[in-house]
């Protein structure tokens, strides 16, 4: 039972990514609200500058959900252990994460009008990556504390 409770936040996180998270994204709402929310910042804002504001958008929002899954991943893994940090679980999550990135982008490739960007995989590795850092930062500073 104590596993479950440590495995359901991932499941569900990776259950709305997927169809959820894709149909978002697949839409124009993103867009419009991102088109929105410039116009009314500053005003008379170019195409241009709208259209690469929408790509940092969607990059960010790569980073910060697969930085999350990595971060519920891990917790898993460590499932209440008193150690904070273990390499094996680190490779454990960047592994689950990372490939569930690309199984994500395989599968977009099939819907329409999404595609698979390798791009995407690599800001889904960074945020993997940041949070497993800052994990390993945490352990290493709380044992300089004992």
């Known amino acids: 039972m104590k596993r479950v409770k440590y495995w359901l936040p991932p499941l ?4 709305f990514l997927f169809p959820l998270w894709n149909r978002l994204l697949s ?7 991102n088109i929105k929310f410039w116009e009314w910042l500053k005003g008379d ?13 969607r990059r960010s929002l790569h980073v910060i959900a ?3 899954m990595s971060f519920l991943i891990y917790r898993f893994f460590r499932s209440g252990d008193k150690r904070i940090w273990k390499y094996s679980w680190a490779g ?6 990372i490939g569930y990135g690309c199984m994500d982008e395989l599968l977009q490739s099939f819907l329409k009008p999404r595609n ?5 995989i690599m800001m889904d590795a960074i945020g993997t990556v940041a949070v497993l850092v800052v994990i390993s930062i945490i352990s290493l500073i709380k044992q300089k504390q004992e």
Request: zero cysteines.
């Open 116 to 120: 698979a960007s390798f791009m995407d």
């Open 92 to 97: 454990y999550t960047a592994l689950i994460t």
């Open 66 to 68: 697969y930085g999350l």
């Open 27 to 33: 839409r124009p709402v993103l867009y419009r609200l």
């Open 12 to 15: 569900l996180w990776m259950g």
């Open 45 to 57: 804002i170019s195409p241009y500058k709208i259209g690469l504001y929408y790509i940092y958008l």
